[in-house]
């Protein structure tokens, strides 16, 4: 079983939709969670931290379930400018970081 | 402030041949990672540096990879012979020491194409 798994998508969205990825992990050890955003050709940037009580920042919402080991992002009211890859990570004992293949984004206007 | 800065951007070699790529980090981050990211797939860690001291090498290739990250700033990851496998972005990001919490900051990375 991978450590991190994500639906590749690709998702196709149109402007102002709301769009929600999930992201499961194998270890329940593991101990801190983000997501990052990696535009075409680009490197990734990271886009929030995923904190246990869940956040907020704009229209991007992060929420954990630790029982359930899994992670999602919510974003809302989509822009043209949320297309990208959005890959999920995670940090496991040991600091060892293990990303996900990515889901992939699309805005259509 | 300068981010992380990797060269060669782009780099073309026949298997066999040996590569080098050198990563300078965002000053003051004593953790250094390389990474492999292979089309369609997120990143894998190679290597993380703690100064100049390799603490998790475990999925470095070692029959063919090395590294080194001399008085724990600049680091290379060398290939020698490349396979045509190899073929892939390869990504050094930086933190600040290390701590689970801490954002990475990734350079460009530089594209090999084995040929």
């Known amino acids: 079983r991978k450590e991190v798994e994500q639906d590749p998508g690709p998702f196709n969205v149109p402007e102002g939709a709301t769009v929600a990825f999930n992201c499961t992990y194998s270890?329940?050890?593991?101990?801190?969670f983000f997501w990052y955003r990696q535009d075409c050709r680009k490197e990734p940037k990271l886009l929030m931290s995923?904190?246990?009580s869940g956040n907020e920042d704009g229209r991007f919402t992060a929420q954990l379930n630790r029982a359930s080991q899994y992670i999602s992002l919510l974003i809302r009211d989509s822009k043209l400018s949320d297309s990208a890859t959005y890959l999920c990570v995670v940090n496991r004992p040991g600091n060892q970081f293990y990303f996900g293949t990515g889901t992939s984004l699309t805005v259509i206007p | 402030e300068a981010g992380v800065v990797q060269s060669p951007r782009y780099k073309i070699i026949e298997k066999k041949q040996p590569v080098a790529f050198w990563c300078n980090p965002i000053?003051?981050?004593?953790?250094l990672y390389w990474y492999r990211q292979n089309l369609g797939q997120g990143p894998e860690l190679l290597i993380r540096y703690e100064n100049e001291e390799a603490v998790d090498d475990s999925q470095l290739p070692k029959d063919r990879f090395s590294a080194e990250r001399l008085k724990g700033v600049d680091s290379t990851l060398k290939i020698q012979p490349a396979e045509l496998g190899d073929s892939a972005v390869y990504l050094c990001?930086?933190?600040?020491?290390?701590?689970?919490?801490?954002?990475?900051?990734f350079g460009p990375g530089t594209r090999l194409l084995v040929l």
């Open positions: 990001a930086s933190s600040l020491s290390g701590r689970a919490q801490e954002t990475q900051y």
């Open positions: 000053s003051g981050h004593n953790t």
């Open positions: 995923v904190y246990s």
């Open positions: 270890n329940s050890a593991s101990q801190s």
